[in-house]
T-cell receptor, first 115, second 117 residues
Framework: AQKITQTQPGMFVQEKEAVTLDCTYDTSDPSYGLFWYKQPSSGEMIFLIYQGSYDQQNATEGRYSLNFQKARKSANLVISASQLGDSAMYFCAMRENNYGQNFVFGPGTRLSVLP | DTEVTQTPKHLVMGMTNKKSLKCEQHMGHRAMYWYKQKAKKPPELMFVYSYEKLSINESVPSRFSPECPNSSLLNLHLHALQPEDSALYLC????????????????FGAGSRLTVL
């Protein structure tokens, strides 16, 4: 069963506007971490933001924030004030603390920022 | 600066060639990973080394042979590959892999783009 779902294969946003990229996950481990990565066309996977399952506050890193709704098992990424350089693939990922050593990646969302 | 360095950036090889991909990190991380990524797909885990010991092999064909000579280096030896093995190969590292290490971020290299003719 797929553990990470990203329902938006592609998204468009106007420059300077905010955009939300959806991510839902499935786990029975009470302790886990959720991550967002950005992959430009160059190929490198760039870490953006992390949210722990026990964190009380939503994570924020500059223009990135994570809308964490634990009961709904969702961890949406919000990018504020979009820039042309934000155009890339975005992957949501999860690592379960007690099961396995692997990061599980979602299928990704391709974001295109329009001038 | 990229903290995980992968060489070469591009590699073209024939099906009978033997080549190697190399990865190096100097962050003191004790876990290193190889991922394979096909176009428009997420990365797929191939191997995990924890404290220089192979801890995960995701049923990867034997034509891919990993090696971890020390805590900073990770190699992927390639032999008799098939055209379908053409992909982006990503190396990553993290502090730990043990239980409770959920917060450990994977730091990726820029990848080696492999084409098998």
């Amino acid at each position: 069963a797929q553990k990470i779902t990203q329902t938006q294969p592609g998204m468009f946003v106007q420059e300077k506007e905010a955009v939300t990229l959806d991510c839902t996950y499935d786990t029975s481990d009470p302790s886990y971490g959720l991550f967002w990565y950005k992959q430009p066309s160059s190929g490198e996977m760039i870490f953006l933001i992390y949210q722990g399952s026990y964190d009380q506050q939503n994570a924020t890193e500059g223009r990135y924030s994570l809308n964490f709704q634990k009961a709904r098992k969702s961890a949406n990424l919000v990018i504020s004030a979009s820039q042309l350089g934000d155009s890339a693939m975005y992957f949501c990922a999860m690592r379960e603390n007690n099961y396995g050593q692997n990061f599980v990646f979602g299928p990704g969302t391709r974001l295109s920022v329009l001038p | 600066d990229t903290e995980v360095t992968q060489t070469p950036k591009h590699l073209v090889m024939g099906m009978t060639n033997k080549k190697s991909l190399k990865c190096e990190q100097h962050m003191g991380h004790r876990a290193m990973y190889w991922y394979k990524q096909k176009a428009k797909k997420p990365p797929e885990l191939m191997f995990v080394y924890s404290y220089e010991k192979l801890s995960i092999n995701e049923s990867v064909p034997s034509r891919f042979s990993p090696e971890c000579p020390n805590s900073s280096l990770l190699n992927l030896h390639l032999h008799a590959l098939q055209p379908e093995d053409s992909a982006l190969y990503l190396c990553a590292s993290s502090q730990e892999t043990h239980r409770g290490s959920g917060a450990n971020v994977l730091t990726f290299g820029a990848g080696s783009r492999l084409t098998v003719l």
